[in-house]
């Protein structure tokens, strides 16, 4: 698929994901069409291991939904089944949030397994729906409390709060705050080292919380058995025993 709203780079096992519609990056159903193709493609692809996504320009990572799009706003993938690809995405995804993060854009940074945000203070990152007599729409009242706890998450969408990544870091919103001109290197040195690890496990683990946290703590054990029981006949545990007798770092191929 041709890519005309999103940038996408894969190297050394990691795919930056920019979404390009500067200067606000707001969701359009193009964004939404591109980016539902995206995840589901590198769900198979081998030279995949981590995702990045980050917004063009420096004033936004997203704005939320193009307010001048919203008689597409039907048609197309739903915001929630993207965002719910993401959660549920056998491999991570980091948000590197570069400016305002609102609406549907702070839920697609919800959506990501981790959140690396600027420190500039003008930069805030919220869910101001209520503004608009309207509510988050694409996920948000469901995973804000998981994240940040439910008294908190409700405050926070019922006065529209909108907060700076050092605000954002103190109530855990976001997992780490950069200066600006490291916010893409920071993000990037973690995505290597988390490619480093062995991918199939990776999956596990990922998959695995994400059964337990919405199906209950059963569901999400007997998820992690079956996984045990592919991974102890992987590749990847023979290279891992090997290389820990071997006293050197091992080469973990996701086989």
Known sequence: MAYNNITVETKDFVTVVT???????SVNIGIREELDQLVTEVQTSKDTRVVIVTGSGEKAFCAGMDV???ANIDKGPNGIDIFNKIDRSLKPFIAAINGHVLGGGCELAMACHFRFMTDNPKAQIGCPELNLGLTPGWGGIQRMPRIIGKSKALDFIFFSKKVSGAEALAIGLVDKVCPAADLMKEAMNYAIALSKRPPLAVSAVLEGMAVGMEKGIDAGLETDRRWIERLKVS????EGMTAF???REPNFKGE
């Open 19 to 25: 979404l390009n519609r500067p200067p606000m990056n």
């Open 68 to 70: 001048t799009d919203v």
């Open 235 to 238: 590749k990847d545990t023979v």
């Open 245 to 247: 007798f071997e006293k």
